[in-house]
């Protein structure tokens, strides 16, 4: 994916048609930002008042709720290499024991160690809506400490089951077909133009990019020269850069 989706971290958004689903699933995103702002990642919220199924960044603290803002997991990224520049891979899971009304929570990023939490007296809700992807769902959106997400999105996987750790690591950087099982939603953001964001399978519905003042969607720019040539060598970016993995990969050139 060369031109991702760039969100300006003031007035755009990606709007997921349909909520994820009830009791069980998995969320992941691939999209570089910084760690420098409070900003939310998504958001399916029906009040300001009660956050519901929403990953945000809180300073170098990344947190998935849903319900409330203390009911949910969090994963310190203090630590972490977190730059604009580099690709990253943000994974909530959620399975819901409605007979013993609790909730396991599970928070990955990158290659680290999950977070988990579990949560007791809830109930998965029926009455869920659709998520943004990038901005508040409710009117708060505008406020400093939710702000808007500044940075780019290049893929999104939505699944009604959960991942386990080993799927997540082998599967994030291998395309997929689209007709996996269990996965319910898979945009691959690589239209670049328009604000039409296609699932990899026809018979699902699109994403939409909306914006309030621009009149067009913001897509990245194509990235430019990829090697930079010594007096008799090449050099490559580091793998990070690349979002390359450690073990088998392929390079071609013309």
């Keep these: ?3 991702p989706i760039r969100l300006n971290g003031t007035d755009q958004l990606i ?8 009791t069980a699933g998995t969320l992941e995103l691939r999209g570089r930002f910084g760690v420098d702002r409070d900003q939310i990642l998504l958001d399916a919220s029906d009040s300001d008042d ?3 199924f929403v990953v945000d960044l809180q300073g170098s603290v990344l947190r998935f709720r849903l319900a409330g803002d203390t009911a949910g997991v969090e994963l310190d990224l203090h630590d972490a290499v977190t730059t604009p520049t ?4 943000v994974v909530a899971t959620w399975s819901f024991d409605p007979g013993a009304q609790t909730a396991e929570l599970q928070l990955y990023f990158d290659d680290r160690p999950a977070a988990q939490a579990t949560l007791t ?8 809506r659709n998520a943004y992807l990038g901005m508040r769902r409710g009117e708060a959106s505008t406020l400093p400490e939710y702000g808007p997400l500044e940075g780019e999105v290049r893929e999104l996987r939505l699944w009604s089951v959960v991942r386990d750790a080993a799927s997540l690591a082998r599967y994030r950087r291998i395309a997929l077909d689209g007709n996996e099982t269990g ?19 026809d018979t699902r519905p699109s994403a939409g990019l909306y914006t309030r003042r621009l009149a067009e969607a913001q897509w990245g720019r194509r990235p430019g020269r990829l090697w930079s040539f010594g007096p008799s060598y090449a050099v490559l970016p580091s793998l990070e850069a690349l ?3 450690e073990d088998d990969f392929t390079i071609e050139a013309w």
Excluded: F
Aim: net charge negative; no cysteine; proline share 10%.
């Design 50 to 52: 009660l956050p519901y």
């Design 86 to 89: 580099l690709w990253h891979h």
């Design 121 to 128: 007296n809830v109930l998965p809700r029926e009455d869920r």
């Design 1 to 3: 994916v060369d031109r």
């Design 183 to 201: 996965l319910v939603a898979h945009y691959r953001i690589d239209e670049g133009e328009g604000a039409t964001l296609g699932d990899s399978s």
């Design 15 to 22: 709007a997921l048609p349909e909520p994820a689903p009830t």
């Design 243 to 245: 979002d390359l993995g």
